[in-house]
């Protein structure tokens, strides 16, 4: 089903994996899941630079040979109710020639290992509630919706673009 691939940390300052992450960034993008839009140039150009200049980022690469075929982001941040490390997991994609053969899973179960090397006490991400095959695959996982008390309800993300 699945032929071999290997996931590997991305050095932000390396220009061949920089290229690769943007790469797979600008196909998620583009996808309805990802916002249907393309990236802006100025994303494209400094997006390694900017990230490189953040100590709790993080990104892995599912890699098939020398071909880049999956990509999640990071971010360590603190529970402020466990006072211990979690980690956010910001973006996700996997090339669409390449879905459906466990490399999302691999990068996720890649980025649980490294949270618990950190000594994180969970792992959070966002996702848009009808992508119902990375709901699926996210509930496999053991991902639940948050929630504190079931009488008050789920949290919900939102956002303020400045």
Not at 67 to 92: M, Q, R, W, Y
Request: hydrophobic share 40%; net charge neutral; aromatic share 10%.
């Amino acid at each position: 089903m699945n032929e071999s691939f290997e996931i590997r940390r991305v050095d932000y300052h390396s220009k061949t994996e920089g290229e690769a992450l943007i790469h797979l960034l600008k196909l998620y993008a583009l996808d309805p899941m990802g916002g249907g839009e393309a990236l802006p140039p100025w994303t494209c150009e400094n997006l390694c630079t900017q990230l490189a200049k953040y100590p709790f980022a993080s990104s892995f690469m599912a890699w098939q040979a020398q071909e880049p075929i999956g990509l999640v982001n990071c971010f360590e941040t603190l529970s402020t109710f466990k006072a211990l490390p979690l980690i956010n997991i910001h973006d996700l994609v996997v090339h669409p020639l390449h879905r459906g053969r466990g490399v999302a899973q691999a990068l996720i179960q890649q980025v649980q290992c490294f949270a618990v090397q950190r000594g994180c006490c969970k792992l959070t991400l966002e996702v848009l509630s009808l992508n119902s095959k990375a709901m699926g695959l996210y509930r496999h996982l053991g991902f639940v919706p948050y929630e504190l008390d079931r009488d008050h309800g789920q949290a919900v993300f939102l956002q303020k673009w400045l």
